[in-house]
């Protein structure tokens, strides 16, 4: 019998020893999915950032039309340059946001939309820039120029609203 309690011994380090195998494997095992998660949740992290940037641009570029075009309605209707003032900025503000938009765009899928965007936007500024030029003396003529001039901003504004 004196041999049983060291059988006994051995069998409760050997379970031991599992036991303590067994937890480090584990350990490893959690550690090796945090880490994999973690990576995961970076690369989600620095995508909605991206995301976020281009969404960002996209709102500012609306803004920057919406501006130029409300300073081109207050001249065509007063003849006052002093509504120009916002014209200028928010030009080179959209240019600015279209080519950081262009640069930073990472998905070939949104490709198209960006460059439909792009000639849309520019299809407004050059319509835009053509309604601060000098209008005809008559003022029936200009009163006709300038409602027919309104309603063909308002239409391409709102062909950009909805393609955004």
Known sequence: MPNRPNTT??????????LYVGTLLLLFGVLYFTYKSFGKYRGAQQQVRH????L?????SLSALKDA?????GYLLTQDTTFLSPYGPATDSLKACIAEL???????GMEPRLRAFSLLSNAMLDHLSGLVAPEPSDS????QLVRDELMES???MDVLRDHH
């Open 102 to 108: 262009e640069r930073i765009n990472t998905d070939p």
């Open 56 to 60: 960002f641009l996209m709102e500012s």
């Open 51 to 54: 995301l976020s940037r281009e």
């Open 9 to 18: 011994r051995a069998s409760e380090l050997r379970l031991m020893g599992l």
């Open 69 to 73: 075009e409300t300073g081109c309605r």
């Open 154 to 156: 308002k239409t391409k």
């Open 140 to 143: 029936g003529a200009r009163a």
